[in-house]
């Protein structure tokens, strides 16, 4: 039998109240959503001066981050590949998108979740996200007096 590693509500807290510090610096107002490793929402923020249209999008983006394992900028890029392109229809999974702001929670080799952040210009949304996913690892990360031991 096999035991999935995921995060749970205290990580997602820590998630949406650094990208929501952090978008506040960017005077951004964005969507944030937090999805388990199944890509299964967690938590959900739409700031103030967000719109409803970046809700959808945000969760999309957590979804597919934790479900493929990647980000959707690495997912967009792959899928218009003039090569080996591919339409993310063929997945048959609606839910998926390309759109670039999700990024996956990693640690300890496996996907544990997903960040998506959609309202603001794809690099910022993209940004945001990484600085939830820090946030989500940070009280495990190894202690640097442990790791001398």
Do not use: C, W
């Amino acid at each position: 039998m096999r035991e999935v590693k995921t995060i749970g509500a205290d990580d997602a807290r820590r998630g949406i109240a650094a990208v929501r510090a952090a978008a506040e610096r960017r005077d951004a107002a964005v969507v944030v959503a937090i999805t388990d490793a199944y890509g299964e929402l967690l938590a959900l923020l739409r700031m103030d001066d967000a719109g409803p249209a970046d809700i959808a999008p945000a969760i999309a983006k957590a979804y597919t981050a934790a479900r493929l394992a990647q980000s959707t900028r690495a997912i967009d890029s792959a899928a218009r590949n003039p090569k080996t392109g591919f339409d993310l229809a063929g997945f048959a999974d609606p839910r998926l998108t390309g759109l670039v702001g999700g990024v996956p929670v990693g640690h300890g080799g496996e996907t544990v979740g997903g960040v998506g952040v959609s309202g603001a210009a794809p690099d910022t949304d993209e940004a945001l996200a990484e600085a939830g996913v820090a946030a989500m690892l940070a009280p495990y990360a190894p202690v640097a007096d442990e790791e001398a031991r």
